[in-house]
């Protein structure tokens, strides 16, 4: 049966190829796209995710802007990474569909009205959106079968050294999130930078003969040029592209492919070294909800075959 999907997003070059996952997935039925200011502007990443549809050929999806900011605090965004326009490195199409006025919430809430089945939330920015929604229609929370958020780490941060970006511009979204009863799946980089595409990745995708795989072709290389810093590789490693967002999405296409631990997860909503950080109870010192269930691992051959068979979906 094909899991109903609303993907919450801020493409972003590793959200793009997220959004193209559940497009090609034959498991996964995207009822929607929101949009979440975080890699770029709200208005960016909105027009981002509105071309990325009209480059699959899927403007029939329906996409609208979230918040414009986080729930607290000043938006911080990651140009250095994604570059201008969020989405550098290749040329997209114009959308052909003018945009929805409709505001993300709105939308999230029209559909799971209207679905006769529970709905999963793919997030792959930072949590506002998510957080807003689960705050303002409570009604609706039953009517979600759980949320995969790429997100936070075990050990470790890109942005500080205890924190991962998408939940150090929205560490009260995220705090909203993982407390709010309903299962959560998070995606760390304790396993979405084992989630590596390599050189030779990108040159097999640039050499299928569609439009969508060239555009990837693309995006992948700058990606690899912003994300992958100098010092981790050394003469006898070479580090790979990070694949992050896919991550949540791969996992409610095949859960299989990752090895999940239940731990109990807490945010730092501080204003201090640690502020944004997930803190993971590994070692179960503390009592109380186990309440997220974490990524640790992934099956590295599979997800390379899914980002493959995602890219040649779009040459039938
Ligand atoms: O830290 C990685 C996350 O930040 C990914 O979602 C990437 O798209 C950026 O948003
Ligand atoms: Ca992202």
Known sequence: MKKKVILDCDPGH?????????????????????????????????NNARKLLSLAQREDIPVAMGANKPLLRELIIADDV?????????????????????????????????????????????LTNMAIFLLSHPELKEKIDS??????????????????????????AAEIVV?????VHMFGLDVTLKAQLFEEDVQEIAAIDNPVAKVMAGLLHFFGLTTTQPFMSTENHVEGIHMHDPCAMAYIIDPTMFTTLKKRVDIDTSNSISTGSTVVDYDEVLDGNKNVNVGFDIDLPKFRKLIMDTMNYFSI
């Open 82 to 126: 994604h570059g201008e326009s969020g989405l550098d490195g290749a040329e997209l199409p114009e959308p052909q569909v003018s945009p929805l006025k409709t505001s993300a919430n709105d939308l999230m809430a029209e559909v799971l009205c209207n679905s006769n089945e529970k709905v999963t939330f793919v997030v792959t920015g930072p």
């Open 179 to 183: 407390k709010s009863g309903v299962p």
């Open 14 to 46: 590793d959200d793009a190829m997220a959004l193209l996952m559940a497009i090609a997935s034959e498991n996964i039925d995207l009822l929607a796209v929101t949009t979440s200011a975080g890699n770029q502007l709200p208005e960016k990443t909105f």
């Open 147 to 172: 949320i995969s958020y790429m997100g936070g780490a075990c050990f470790g941060g890109n942005v500080t050294p205890q924190a991962e970006f998408n939940i150090y511009v929205d560490p009260e």
